[in-house]
């Protein structure tokens, strides 16, 4: 089983960046494929970035693609979403996700065959 804390959200205003870290406890962080998902209010949570195994492999959603970048510090056991030019429609509450695999080029991109989730961080970004 692995822990997972998200840390970094808050307020900024549009134009702005913030970076979130997803720290992760318990086994081997580098078997898990890692993602990062967002939902805003009345809506759905969706995908947002995932990382492979080894980094090597990165997805985003066309929404963020250019403007957000996801990282992993296997030293940290610790994946990282930095968000450049913060638009209001990026406002939600975003959770970093964990998924044990074998293969080390797989991203998931959709939300089932995450196990493991954090508890989330709130970014708010004002216009």
């Known amino acids: 089983q692995v822990q997972l804390v998200e840390s970094g959200g808050g307020l900024v205003q549009a134009g702005g960046s913030l970076r979130l870290s997803c720290a992760a406890s318990g086994r081997t962080f580098s078997a898990y494929v890692m993602g990062w998902f967002r939902q805003a209010p009345g809506k759905e949570r969706i995908f947002v970035a995932g990382?492979?195994?080894?980094?090597?492999?990165?997805s985003y959603s066309d929404s963020v693609k250019g403007r957000f970048t996801v990282s992993r510090d296997s030293a940290k056991n610790t994946v990282y979403l930095q968000m450049n030019d913060l638009k209001p429609e990026d406002t939600a509450v975003y959770s970093c996700?964990?998924?044990?695999?074998?293969?080390?080029?797989?991203?998931?991109?959709?939300?089932?065959?995450?196990?493991?989730w954090g508890q989330g961080t709130q970014v708010t970004v004002s216009s």
């Open positions: 990382i492979s195994r080894t980094g090597g492999t990165t």
């Open positions: 996700a964990a998924a044990m695999l074998i293969s080390e080029r797989l991203v998931f991109t959709t939300a089932d065959p995450y196990r493991y």
